[in-house]
C-alpha cells in the first residue's frame, strides 16, 4: 500500500517539475470590474473592448456564437438599438439563395451572426502559417487563467526571447504561453485603434478592454448570475432566521428536565 502511495507522489512530482520546465509563467492578475461578489462590467470597457476586438481581431478570430443584436443586450456593452443596428451594416453579408438559385450580398442586420473572417478552418489554417486562431466567442471559458490568462498573452510579448532559446520563422515569444510560443504576431501596438471617448489607447489598456469584452461574450449572464447568487444568499439568511425562531416555538413546549 505504501508503495503504492509513494508511486503516485512522485509521478505527481515528477509530472509537475517537467511541466515547469521552461514553461508558461503564471498569469498576471488583474482588478477586473467584473471580479468578486459584486462585480460588474464598466460598459464604456465593453464598448472599446468591442471596438479592439472589431479592428483588431476580427481579421482572424471568428466570434460564431454571437449575433450582432447581443451588443445591445442589458448586462453586455448595452449599444443602442440605432448603434447595433449601424454596427450590423457595415458588414456585407451572404445571403439567398434569391429566386434565381442565386446567393447574393445584402447589409448586415441585428440578427446576423459575426461574420467570420475566414470561410472555414482550413482556410484560417493556410494563412496563418498552419496555426488556427480559436473562436473567440468562449475562448475565456475555455482556458484556465480565464481573463487573466488572455490579458496576460497580450502583454506577454518580448522581442528578447531568453538566450539559448531558438525562435523559429512565424513564432514569436510569448512568456504566458504554453511552451512560450505563439504562432500570433503581437496583435496590439500603442495606437492600435483609436478610442472616441478620449481613453488612451495604450497595448495595457487595449488588452484590458478587449479582455473584458470577451469575458462578457463567454459569460454573458454574469451579471445576473452574480445578482440571483446574491438574492439567494439574502433568502436563505432570512429563512434560517424563521427556521430557527419556528424551532424555538416548537421546542419552547417540551419541557426539558436537567
Ligand atoms: C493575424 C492574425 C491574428 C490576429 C489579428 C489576432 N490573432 Fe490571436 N491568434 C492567431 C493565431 C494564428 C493563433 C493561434 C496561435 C497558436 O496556436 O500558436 C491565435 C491565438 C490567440 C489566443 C490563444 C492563445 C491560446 O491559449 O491558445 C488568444 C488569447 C488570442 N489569439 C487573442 C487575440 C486577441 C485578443 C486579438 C486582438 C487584439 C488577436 N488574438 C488578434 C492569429 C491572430
Known amino acids: 500500500m505504501n508503495k503504492i502511495l509513494s508511486a503516485i507522489l512522485l509521478t505527481i512530482v515528477i509530472s509537475t517539475k517537467l511541466f515547469a520546465a521552461g514553461d508558461a509563467a503564471k498569469p498576471m492578475s488583474v482588478d477586473w470590474s467584473f471580479n468578486g461578489f459584486f462585480g460588474k462590467f464598466d460598459r464604456a470597457q465593453l464598448q472599446r473592448g468591442f471596438q479592439v476586438y472589431k479592428e483588431v481581431c476580427a481579421s482572424c478570430h471568428s ?117 512560450n510560443k505563439i504562432r500570433m504576431s503581437k496583435p496590439l501596438n500603442e495606437g492600435s485603434v483609436e478610442y472616441s471617448d478620449g481613453t488612451k489607447a495604450t497595448v495595457s489598456q487595449m488588452s484590458k478592454d478587449v479582455t473584458a469584452f470577451l469575458t462578457w461574450t463567454a459569460e454573458p449572464h454574469l451579471e445576473k448570475r452574480k445578482r ?31
Open 63 to 179: 466570434m460564431k456564437y454571437l449575433s450582432y443584436r447581443n451588443l445591445g443586450e442589458k448586462g453586455g456593452p448595452e449599444f443602442s438599438e440605432q448603434e447595433v443596428k449601424a454596427i450590423a451594416a457595415s458588414y456585407q453579408i451572404k445571403d439567398g439563395p434569391n429566386e434565381q438559385g442565386e446567393m447574393f450580398e445584402r447589409a448586415g442586420l441585428p440578427k446576423d451572426k459575426f461574420k467570420s473572417p475566414y470561410p472555414n478552418k482550413n482556410a484560417a489554417r493556410s494563412v496563418n502559417g498552419g496555426a488556427y486562431p480559436p473562436d473567440m466567442s468562449v475562448l475565456v471559458k475555455a482556458r484556465s487563467g480565464g481573463s487573466n490568462y488572455i490579458y496576460s498573452i497580450l502583454m506577454g510579448y518580448d522581442d528578447k526571447p531568453p538566450s539559448g532559446m531558438k525562435i523559429e520563422d512565424g513564432v514569436y515569444y510569448n512568456k504566458y504561453m504554453a511552451g
Open 228 to 258: 440571483i447568487g446574491f438574492k439567494t444568499i439574502i433568502y436563505l439568511l432570512i429563512f434560517s432566521v424563521l427556521v430557527f425562531l419556528s424551532m424555538k416555538k416548537i421546542w419552547s413546549r417540551v419541557e426539558t428536565k436537567m
